[in-house]
């Protein structure tokens, strides 16, 4: 249960600003690829490209094509609704429903379009999804709370378990231990490696060190200047990337001479 | 000696927060007792009416038996209006907040802010001249078809200017209030929260009900509870539209009375313990909206928890 993403030639527009330009890359099954790049460098722009959510900012299009095994998401016909539902995404700052209890928040997707699911069924699909996010013996005797009185790092962890829920084939995470203090960020990095097993992982971070532990696959995002389209400048093995680029620009940014 | 360097020298800075604390103060202060000097105004000037002799009480019965039918009014009045009014309310904002586009919804949002500003006399011609006759037909039409509901029981008002009418003119008056406060509230939900929604593959409708109307929630009773206080409090608009007469259950005949239009109609003439009775009519109608106002807070504040304010 994951598929890979291939991207062809893959320009993203906010009205008529190239925000990112002639992205290629192909995303293995069951790995973990990490985006890195400075700020602004449009990898975050990339990633939400990637489950169709650019389209929720005003004036937010591609050009291009981007396959999850095959299938474009860009067809026209393609329901960005269904996209979503099979790409699942972990946002930068925990965003739990707030009027939700734990128990209904995991829930949240699972209920949606309509679809029915029985007492029992909904009782141990939350204790599974709760359990794949490491979070079941922290909130087991609290289900029926509201999901905002969590730590920020159980909230992001709830959140993970709100999108496994949903079985989806890709989990997209922007940046998700910015806002986390380091044994939270500890507790997501553990958690992404166990999701390996069963996802499709891409991860955008700010922190190396967090790339360079969790992903297999490391992509370099840069931009040449201020209005300036990002572009993805090299894309490879983490421990190539780290240890021996191809690139300059890649080399001065994962050793700390940039800008 | 010593000096604590920690300790407070008196600067400007601190002048200035103590005049704005001593403001907001007396302000809060002001609020509460301009509220206690209204209820300690009517409760005085209605008093004669509560001690005298019920045969001389309008009606020969005494106060309860005359203020109980137009207390009935005045509440299905209100109810007719927020009926109509809550539900397109809320259905125009999320509109405008997140179906429109921007253009549209900015011309939109202005022209109802515009209806709010149409004076309450001007809706009571319009309900007197325009919607009363247009609405006999269809009352004709509900008198024969479904007359077997005592609240559309026959036979129908021939001039149109019945309760129901009333009420559908109050739901157009407090409509841009609702929508507008509604809208704002919209407005305001945290792209954190309708992301979250989406993501997770929902349809705008479902990311509405997910993260929109939670978020809203008390938002939508204060503008409704703000609607209720104007179409409780309405006057001019029912005094015209409104041929009134006792209390009867049917909605589309002529009859029913509200305690506003009951008191602007009759305080010209009135004096001695009529007058009396009008002001305590009014004590009435003050008391009615303070319950409904801290039974809409309690609802919101049953739901504290789950807010998101945590």
């Known amino acids: 249960m994951s598929k890979r993403i291939d991207v062809k030639d893959l320009n993203v527009y906010y009205s008529k600003f190239l925000a990112v330009e002639d992205v290629n890359i192909e995303i293995e099954a069951k790995s973990v690829t990490a985006f890195i790049g400075p700020s602004g460098c449009g990898k975050s722009t990339f990633l939400r490209t990637l489950n169709r959510m650019h389209e929720v900012i005003p004036g937010g299009r591609v050009e291009g094509e981007v396959l999850l095994d095959g299938d474009n998401l860009y067809e026209s016909g393609v329901d960005p609704v269904t996209v979503r539902s099979q790409i699942g995404m972990v946002f930068q700052r925990p965003n739990p429903f707030p009027t939700m209890s734990i128990k209904d928040n995991v829930l949240a997707g699972v209920k949606l379009n309509g679809k029915k699911i029985s007492r029992s069924d909904a009782d141990s699909l939350v204790e599974k999804s709760l359990r794949g996010a490491n979070l079941w013996n922290e909130v087991k005797d609290r289900l029926d709370k509201p999901g905002s009185g969590l730590s920020g790092g159980q909230q992001q962890r709830l959140c993970i378990a709100r999108t496994i829920a949903v079985k989806p084939q890709v989990i997209l995470m922007d940046e998700p231990c910015s806002a986390l203090d380091p044994i939270s960020t500890l507790a997501i990095e553990d958690l992404i490696n166990e999701l390996k097993s069963e996802f499709t992982v891409v991860i955008v971070t700010h922190n190396m060190q967090q790339a360079a532990r969790v992903s297999d696959k490391t992509a370099f995002f840069n931009i040449a200047g201020t209005g300036k389209p990002g572009k993805l400048i090299e894309y490879a093995e983490t421990a190539t990337i780290f240890s021996n680029p191809a690139v300059k620009a890649t080399e001065d940014y994962v050793s700390g001479r940039f800008g | ?310």
């Open chain 2, 1 to 310: 000696m010593t000096t604590n360097a920690l300790r407070r020298n008196g600067s400007k800075g601190q002048a200035g927060d103590k005049i704005f604390s001593g403001a907001a103060l007396g302000a809060g202060i002001l609020i509460l007792a301009t509220l206690l000097a209204v209820a300690i105004f009517l409760f005085i000037q209605a008093l004669p009416t509560f001690t005298a002799d019920p045969t001389l009480v309008s009606g020969g019965e005494g106060f309860l038996a005359y203020i109980f039918p137009i207390v009935i009014g005045t509440v299905i009045a209100a109810a007719i209006a927020l009926l109509i009014a809550t539900p397109v309310g809320i259905a125009v904002a999320l509109f405008i907040s997140h179906y429109a586009p921007r253009r549209l919804a900015a011309g939109l949002g202005y022209v109802i802010d515009l209806l709010a500003a149409i004076p309450s006399v001007i809706y009571g011609a319009w309900g007197y001249l325009v919607l009363a006759p247009a609405l006999v037909p269809s009352f004709q039409w509900l008198a024969e078809n479904l007359g077997f509901i005592p609240v559309f029981a026959g036979p129908a008002s021939q001039t149109g200017k019945t309760i129901l009418t009333a009420g559908i003119v109050l739901a157009v008056m407090v409509l841009p209030i609702i929508t507008s406060l509604s809208r704002e509230i919209f407005l305001q939900t945290p792209k954190l929260h309708e992301e979250a929604a989406l993501a997770l593959g929902a349809t705008r409708w479902e990311m509405i009900t997910m993260s929109v109307l939670p978020f809203a929630r008390p938002g939508i009773i204060s503008a409704v509870m703000l609607g209720l206080g104007r179409a409780l409090g309405e006057t001019m608009a029912v005094a015209l539209v409104l041929s009134t007469g006792g209390l009867i259950p049917s909605l589309i005949k002529s009859g029913n009375q509200t305690i506003a239009a009951e008191i602007a109609l009759n305080f010209p003439e009135a004096f001695g313990l009529r007058l009396a009775e009008l002001i305590a009519a009014g004590l009435v109608l003050f008391v009615i909206t303070l319950v409904v106002n801290l039974i809409a807070r309690a609802i919101i504040a049953r739901h504290k928890e789950f807010s998101g304010a945590n």
